[in-house]
Structures are given as C-alpha cells and as structure tokens.
C-alpha cells in the first residue's frame, strides 16, 4: 500500500514488499544503459514516472545497478575514517540508495498493478537477491557500529526531536535485523530471509494465477438468472476474451465471498461460485499454496526464536499500537462472542426466509449474501440495485471524495492528460493545496483487470522528502468490474466506501510534512496505518457530502430522502456477518503465527489447522467463512499484514472514536480538518503513533464507539 524509500535498515522491510504487492517480471536481456530511464531521475513534474519509456528489460539492470551503488555508499558510511556524527551516518544513509529504491518502487507499484509474465520471472529472481541485500546492509557490523555509539549518546547529541526519532528507529532496525545476534545464528537469518522472501514470492503469484484459473464459467444466461444485463455482457465478454465465446466468465475476487452471489437466483450457481472460491490454493495442481503456507508459519517462527521473540506474532506486535499479543487476544475474544451471536441472529432471519418457502434448505455461506439482500429489501424496502444509479463514478470522485477534501482541508483538483499512464484508464489529477500551491499528483487506477492484482491499495511512486524538497506522486487502486462499452460506471455501496478509504490513505501520503524520508506519509506502525483512511469514510454519508455527489446519472435528481433514510437505518444491518469473517481471518493470522516452529502443521495439516484453530476461537459458524482462508490470505503470506491482519479491526477502534470527535466538534469543517492534518496526517512517523493520537482527539483510545458502530455493543440473548 505504501512505498518509502528504500534506505540502510529500511530496506528490511523490502522482503515484505516483494510480496506485499503480489508482484512479478522475467529474465530480459539487458538494456542498453543509455536509454533506462530507470537510471536517471524521471525529468517530468513531481519525478513523475516516465510509464512510456519504461519496459521489462530495463527493471532487472536498473535494481542491480541500484544495489551496487546503494553497498557502495553504505560502504563509504561503515568505514568513513571521521568519527560518527548524526550526518555523516543518519542522514548519510536517509541520502543513500536514491537508484535502488527509484526502481524498485516503479517495479512493485507495477507488478501489483500492471504486471505480465516477464515482471513475475523477475520478482523471482530478485526475491532472494533483494534480501539477501538488505541483510548485507543491516548485519553490517562495522555500520551498526557507528549507529550503536550514536545511539549511545543520544542524549547528548542536541538533536531535535524528529532527528533523535530517527536516531532510535534507525537502533531499533538494525536490532530487529539481527545487528546483535552472533555470526553464526546471523547467517541462519540471512538463509531464512532469503527463504523466506522466494515463499513469499510463490504465494503471491501462486494467488493471483489461481484466481485467474479459478473463474467460474456457465453455459447459459439462464444459470446466471437475477444478474443485469450489464453484469450479463460483462461476463460474456470476459468469456470472449477467454476463448469461450458464448458462454459467461464470472471472476473471482481475492475475497472468499463473490459479489455475484447477492444476485443469483439459481442456488446451484451460488454453489458453484462460492465452491470454487473457497477451494482456492489448497485443491492440489500447480497453484496449491498449502506447503508454502507451511513453510512460511515455520520459517518465521523460527527467525523470531533466533531474534528472542516466543513467535512470530510477538516480534511483529512489539512496535505496534495495540501493545502485546495478550492484549491483542483479549480484544478479538472480547469481540468474538457478540459477533457471532449476532450473525446467528443474522442466519435465523434468513433461515425463516428459506423455510418459508417450498424446498427448504439450510442455509449455507452460498446463500448468505442472497438471502441478506431479501431480508434488507424486506425489512429496510430497498436493495443495492436502488443505490446504484445514484453512484456514477466520475460523480462519486469529483462530487464526493474531492468535495470532501476541498471542504475538510482546502484542497483543489485538475485532471491532466499530458502525462503517461501505464493503463489506458489510469487517469492523473494535479492536487493544490488551499493556498494554490501544488501539493502532489494523484493517480486514480479504479477498474479490474486480470494482470491487476484483488483488492484495494494505495501506493506512493514519489514520497515526499524533506532533504530534497521532493513532493509525493500518490496512487490509488480499486477494482471495479469495467461496465459495457459506452454504458456509465456505476457503483456499489461498498465501492463507494472503497474510494472514500483509499483516499484517506493517498491524505496521509500526500500532506506528509516530514524532514526525514524514513518517516514520510503512511511510514507508520502496521495497526495504525489504517486509522486515517477508516476515518476518512465517514465523509461518504455526511449530509452535506453525500448530497453532493449522490444524484440520479440520468436525471441528476438527487438521492431521495427517504431511501437515505433507509440506507442510514440499515448501517448495522448484516454487521454480525461482516464483523465475523473479518474476525475469522484474523483469528486464522494469529493462531498461524503465535506457533513456535515445532507446532507448525505440515501441508497435509492447514486445512485441518484452520478449521481447528476457527473452533478454538469460537468462529467456526459454516455461514459466515473467514474473509480469506489461509491458502489465499495474500494479505499475511505474501503482503506486510502477518501477524497484523487485526490491524483493520484495531485502526477502526482509533477511527470510530475519532469519528466521534469530528461530530462533537462540528463536523466537515476547515478548523478541524486543519486539526487532523496539522497533528496527525502531516507526522508520518515521527512521533509516537498513539502519541499522534491523542494529540488529535485529546485522549486515549476507546472501545465503546466501535462496538456501537457495529451494533455489538447490545448484550447477548
């Protein structure tokens, strides 16, 4: 989702970022030096990236030369013969690397987004070489050497207090690195890094082939009764483009649940989709990722061990928000037994629904979705197909999101078309800050494509720098099915939702205010990272907001009031369910890594571990699967979320209560976006992250208001 500059103990976080973005490439013949433009900074506004010029084979030469250059300056700073000074090492090696992280960061924010064949062949030849290279950086002894004696005598060094941040993160890096450990248990690490960043790799791509693969194809439009035209004449043309002419392709989201299941009339299509869904990554064939989720739970287990740590749970929350992996459990266990008490209360309606009817059956995770929309239509009298016309995209964008952010912070946006995309529909916005001056460029790459990967994400391709002046190139991702050619993009609840999150992401990067690169934008703790752009949702049905931007494609009639009033009434509707499979997979990340090695399951075991693990919990409710299961769950085996996929659920405990400070302070105004970006969304991290917290909202965290966001704060009957 982010991209900071890839310098000294900051390149340790590069492994997860081989998968994090679920990425790809290929052995290419070199490319002439002379015309890489990866070598050289990009001459357009911003460093924007030059997408036209760059082509496979200029990846693979320009991250070799990055990581000779990058070992070189380390080099100059380990053995500098001038005693060690805050400059001639920290900020020497916020500088160094500009080559290596320049090209890495276009190679992985495009093999998330655009990837091919050649890019996949090269993420597996660099996995290892990556990281193999930033442990020749972190396990330099003579380097840590200057950083220990610095850290040392911190407090005596006059440093301002974001420089003797820097100080203590760069200690801290080295040290969860290995910096300490003996020469021997070292070079086990640099083995399991390396180990760990191929398996990494594999799953990654090992996820996004088999989604591919697993699309689900049917014969006739009467299998797929209750779908729209439109949604029909997608289907059909992705069959097309398949080499199934005639028939109708319906693809699998990274989610366990589809959004065609809502629709279907016909329950075996439901079953059909939802099977194939949940078989993902654990059927046997050339994309099962059971061994590699094996062996990724036992090797990381076993470099927390050789790091001290108990699991690998433990060394991951050690710098988080929330504390310790017992808080951590006591939370999702708190949450656990009103969520699933609700979404049996949940399954019972619909269950009464089913037997109401001639050939009743017991309701299954197929059904959930289907029969969730008939009990909202019935007890709420509207359905998403009401909404939809009221959500065109480009609306939603400049009417809503931006609207939004020109009311909280001043902000002005300008669509340019000069600049080059990577992606036809990829569109590009020049942001002003409220005083006409140019803050950032913004990407907007919204539609899905089968070389994209699932999901929703942002990325920076430029952060913002204060040692060089350089301004942030922000990014943001969705996947929304592209409709009929010449038909209006419209959209979905959740999807407008997405865009609204997303953006409070691309905030955070772009009003980074920070002197140091180590520190910019989202460079913040994994369970925190979430909290602004969960809060920024909040602006998607403010009155003033959502007036705004929800009108009628055709008519421009604005969405009626009593539909609002619905859509508002039914905001806690089905959160039983949705609280429950979030819950499911972050349950299943925890017990994954609170292992030691030894209990780590073979690959003959996950499946059996998962559900054993869903039963301790007290999760295992059929209906309701986990959001993920372990075998496609990219975001903890191949993206930055292992051991920190609770951060959704704890970054909205952060979010709802600073929600509820927004309203008590009036709401959409400058004062109070100036508030959040002046003490929050501008810090990066250079501060404490709960520390940032209560500097916004005046206080510490409660978690009152998301349980009644959630309609879980009502006792179990």
Same mark, same amino acid.
């Given at each position: 989702?982010?991209?900071?500059?890839?310098?000294?103990?900051?390149?340790?976080?590069?492994?997860?970022?081989?998968?994090?973005?679920?990425?790809?490439? @290929?052995?290419?013949?070199? =490319?002439?030096?002379?015309?890489?433009?990866?070598?050289?900074?990009?001459?357009?506004?911003?460093?924007?990236?030059?997408?036209?010029?760059?082509?496979?084979?200029?990846?693979?030469?320009?991250?070799?030369?990055?990581?000779?250059?990058?070992?070189?300056?380390?080099?100059?700073?380990?053995?500098?013969?001038?005693?060690?000074?805050?400059?001639?090492?920290?900020?020497?090696?916020?500088?160094?690397?500009?080559?290596?992280?320049?090209?890495?960061?276009?190679?992985?924010?495009?093999?998330?987004?655009?990837?091919?064949?050649?890019?996949?062949?090269?993420?597996?030849?660099?996995?290892?070489?990556?990281?193999?290279?930033?442990?020749?950086?972190?396990?330099?002894?003579?380097?840590?050497?200057?950083?220990?004696?610095?850290?040392?005598?911190?407090?005596?060094?006059?440093?301002?207090?974001?420089?003797?941040?820097?100080?203590?993160?760069?200690?801290?890096?080295?040290?969860?690195?290995?910096?300490?450990?003996?020469?021997?248990?070292?070079?086990?690490?640099? @083995?399991?890094?390396?180990?760990?960043?191929?398996?990494?790799?594999?799953?990654?791509?090992?996820?996004?082939?088999?989604?591919?693969?697993?699309?689900?194809?049917?014969?006739?439009?009467?299998?797929?009764?209750?779908?729209?035209?439109?949604?029909?004449?997608?289907?059909?043309?992705?069959?097309?483009?398949?080499?199934?002419?005639?028939?109708?392709?319906?693809?699998?989201?990274?989610?366990?649940?589809?959004?065609?299941?809502?629709?279907?009339?016909?329950?075996?299509?439901?079953?059909?989709?939802?099977?194939?869904?949940?078989?993902?990554?654990?059927?046997?064939?050339?994309?099962?990722?059971?061994?590699?989720?094996? +062996?990724?739970?036992?090797?990381?287990?076993?470099?927390?061990?050789?790091?001290?740590?108990?699991?690998?749970?433990?060394?991951?929350?050690?710098?988080?928000?929330?504390?310790?992996?017992?808080?951590?459990?006591?939370?999702?266990?708190?949450? =656990?037994?009103?969520?699933?008490?609700? @979404?049996?209360?949940?399954?019972?309606?619909?269950?009464?629904?089913?037997?109401?009817?001639?050939?009743?059956?017991?309701?299954?995770?197929?059904?959930?979705?289907?029969?969730?929309?008939?009990?909202?239509?019935?007890?709420?009298?509207?359905?998403?197909?009401?909404?939809?016309?009221?959500?065109?995209?480009?609306?939603?964008?400049?009417?809503?999101?931006?609207?939004?952010?020109?009311?909280?912070?001043?902000?002005?946006?300008?669509?340019?078309?000069?600049?080059?995309?990577?992606?036809?529909?990829?569109?590009?916005?020049?942001?002003?800050?409220?005083?006409?001056?140019?803050?950032?460029?913004?990407?907007?790459?919204?539609?899905?494509?089968?070389?994209?990967?699932?999901?929703?994400?942002?990325?920076?391709?430029?952060?913002?720098?204060?040692?060089?002046?350089?301004?942030?190139?922000?990014?943001?991702?969705?996947?929304?099915?592209?409709?009929?050619?010449?038909?209006?993009?419209?959209?979905?609840?959740?999807?407008?939702?997405?865009?609204?999150?997303?953006?409070?992401?691309?905030?955070?990067?772009?009003?980074?205010?920070?002197?140091?690169?180590?520190?910019?934008?989202?460079?913040?703790?994994?369970?925190?990272?979430?909290?602004?752009?969960?809060?920024?949702?909040?602006?998607?049905?403010?009155? +003033?907001?959502?007036?705004?931007?929800?009108?009628?494609?055709?008519?421009?009639?604005?969405?009626?009031?009593?539909?609002?009033?619905?859509?508002?009434?039914?905001?806690?509707?089905?959160?039983?369910?949705?609280?429950?499979?979030?819950?499911?997979?972050?349950?299943?990340?925890?017990?994954?890594?609170?292992?030691?090695?030894?209990?780590?399951?073979?690959?003959?075991?996950?499946?059996?571990?998962?559900?054993?693990?869903?039963?301790?919990?007290?999760?295992?409710?059929?209906?309701?699967?986990?959001?993920?299961?372990?075998?496609?769950?990219?975001?903890?085996?191949?993206?930055?979320?292992?051991?920190?996929?609770?951060?959704?659920?704890?970054?909205?405990?952060?979010?709802?209560?600073?929600?509820?400070?927004?309203?008590?302070?009036?709401?959409?105004?400058?004062?109070?976006?100036?508030?959040?970006?002046?003490?929050?969304?501008?810090?990066?991290?250079?501060?404490?992250?709960?520390?940032?917290?209560?500097?916004?909202?005046?206080?510490?965290?409660?978690?009152?208001?998301?349980?009644?966001?959630?309609?879980?704060?009502?006792?179990?009957?």
């Amino acid at each position: 989702m982010r991209t900071n500059l890839l310098t000294a103990p900051a390149l340790r976080l590069l492994a997860a970022l081989l998968a994090a973005a679920a990425l790809h490439a @290929a052995d290419a013949p070199p =490319a002439a030096m002379t015309d890489n433009p990866l070598l050289r900074e990009s001459p357009l506004p911003f460093h924007y990236p030059q997408f036209d010029l760059i082509r496979n084979e200029h990846f693979l030469p320009a991250i070799e030369q990055g990581m000779t250059e990058h070992l070189r300056e380390v080099a100059a700073i380990a053995h500098n013969p001038a005693r060690p000074t805050f400059d001639n090492t920290i900020v020497a090696l916020e500088k160094s690397g500009a080559l290596l992280t320049r090209a890495t960061t276009v190679f992985f924010n495009l093999s998330g987004a655009h990837t091919n064949p050649a890019m996949q062949q090269i993420q597996r030849t660099l996995a290892p070489r990556l990281a193999a290279h930033s442990d020749a950086v972190n396990l330099d002894p003579a380097l840590f050497a200057r950083v220990r004696a610095l850290y040392d005598a911190r407090d005596s060094l006059g440093l301002d207090p974001e420089s003797k941040r820097l100080l203590w993160r760069y200690y801290q890096d080295f040290v969860r690195a290995g910096a300490l450990l003996a020469a021997p248990e070292q070079a086990r690490l640099r @083995a399991l890094n390396g180990e760990l960043a191929t398996l990494q790799t594999a799953f990654a791509q090992n996820v996004l082939k088999e989604r591919d693969a697993s699309a689900v194809v049917f014969d006739t439009r009467a299998e797929l009764a209750g779908l729209s035209d439109s949604q029909l004449a997608t289907m059909a043309a992705a069959a097309k483009a398949a080499g199934k002419d005639g028939k109708f392709l319906v693809a699998l989201q990274n989610t366990t649940g589809q959004p065609p299941l809502a629709d279907l009339t016909q329950r075996a299509a439901r079953e059909k989709i939802m099977a194939a869904s949940l078989a993902r990554g654990s059927r046997g064939g050339e994309f099962d990722n059971r061994a590699v989720v094996s +062996a990724l739970a036992k090797l990381r287990a076993e470099r927390a061990a050789l790091l001290g740590y108990p699991h690998h749970a433990a060394f991951q929350l050690a710098e988080q928000t929330v504390g310790t992996v017992d808080r951590l459990n006591r939370l999702l266990a708190q949450l =656990a037994v009103p969520a699933v008490a609700n @979404a049996r209360r949940e399954a019972a309606d619909m269950q009464a629904l089913i037997d109401a009817a001639p050939g009743g059956f017991p309701l299954s995770a197929a059904d959930w979705r289907f029969y969730a929309e008939k009990v909202r239509a019935a007890r709420y009298a509207f359905d998403e197909s009401q909404l939809k016309p009221y959500f065109e995209l480009d609306r939603v964008l400049r009417d809503g999101v931006f609207f939004a952010a020109g009311q909280l912070y001043g902000l002005t946006f300008k669509e340019r078309h000069d600049l080059p995309v990577y992606e036809p529909t990829v569109r590009v916005f020049d942001v002003f800050d409220a005083d006409g001056s140019p803050l950032a460029i913004f990407l907007a790459d919204f539609y899905a494509r089968p070389n994209k990967n699932g999901g929703a994400w942002m990325s920076a391709y430029v952060s913002q720098d204060g040692l060089t002046g350089r301004l942030p190139v922000v990014a943001n991702h969705l996947n929304i099915p592209p409709p009929p050619a010449g038909q209006p993009t419209l959209l979905t609840h959740d999807f407008v939702k997405t865009m609204f999150h997303e953006f409070g992401h691309a905030l955070h990067g772009m009003f980074s205010h920070v002197k140091y690169p180590r520190f910019a934008g989202t460079a913040v703790p994994r369970d925190f990272v979430e909290f602004p752009s969960q809060v920024n949702e909040m602006w998607m049905t403010w009155p +003033a907001v959502l007036q705004h931007y929800a009108r009628h494609y055709q008519t421009g009639a604005p969405l009626p009031a009593e539909l609002l009033a619905k859509v508002e009434a039914a905001e806690k509707f089905n959160q039983g369910f949705a609280t429950t499979e979030q819950l499911g997979a972050t349950l299943l990340d925890q017990a994954w890594h609170q292992l030691d090695a030894a209990a780590v399951p073979g690959a003959d075991g996950v499946v059996a571990f998962e559900a054993a693990a869903l039963k301790k919990a007290g999760v295992d409710f059929a209906p309701v699967p986990p959001r993920y299961r372990s075998t496609y769950f990219a975001h903890i085996f191949s993206g930055g979320y292992s051991a920190g996929y609770y951060s959704y659920l704890w970054s909205e405990v952060l979010s709802a209560d600073s929600v509820e400070w927004f309203k008590a302070h009036g709401g959409l105004t400058r004062a109070n976006g100036d508030h959040f970006r002046q003490t929050l969304l501008s810090r990066g991290g250079t501060d404490d992250a709960l520390q940032l917290f209560r500097d916004f909202t005046g206080g510490d965290p409660d978690l009152q208001p998301l349980l009644v966001k959630r309609g879980l704060d009502a006792p179990a009957k």
